[in-house]
């Protein structure tokens, strides 16, 4: 069974940065767009960021645009989210997702496995 494992998360003050890790099992890693988002409490869960199959294409919402950096290393299974400059407003649980093929989309339904989940505090 896939799954996929987010690691990283933390206590960072504003200005701060952290990179966040998704490690997936399974031997088809490469296949799939893989993205990140993101759920403060008491709101929906958001996109953040994607990466097509290749890494070839990313893609950002717009409030983190120059502060994010998707990337990922196919031979490690592996997706990474690089956060710089963060802000209080960065605050949420952050979630790893594989696509459903290997474009990156940034719909919730554009990915159908998600991982648990891991908890980004970033302090005024």
């Known amino acids: 069974q896939v799954q996929l494992v987010e690691s990283g998360g933390g206590l960072v003050q504003a200005g701060g940065s952290l990179r966040l890790s998704c490690e997936a099992s399974g031997r088809t890693f490469s296949n799939y767009a893989m993205g990140w988002f993101r759920q403060a409490p008491g709101k929906e869960r958001e996109f953040v960021a994607a990466?097509?199959?290749?890494?070839?294409?990313?893609y950002y919402t717009d409030s983190v645009k120059g502060r994010f950096t998707i990337s990922r290393d196919n031979a490690k299974n592996s997706v990474y989210l690089q956060m710089n400059s963060l802000k209080p407003e960065d605050t949420a649980v952050y979630y790893c997702?594989?696509?459903?093929?290997?474009?990156?989309?940034?719909?919730?339904?554009?990915?159908?496995?998600w991982g648990q989940g891991t908890q980004v505090t970033v302090s005024s």
């Open positions: 997702a594989r696509g459903v093929g290997v474009v990156a989309g940034s719909n919730r339904d554009d990915f159908g496995l």
């Open positions: 990466i097509s199959w290749s890494g070839g294409n990313t």
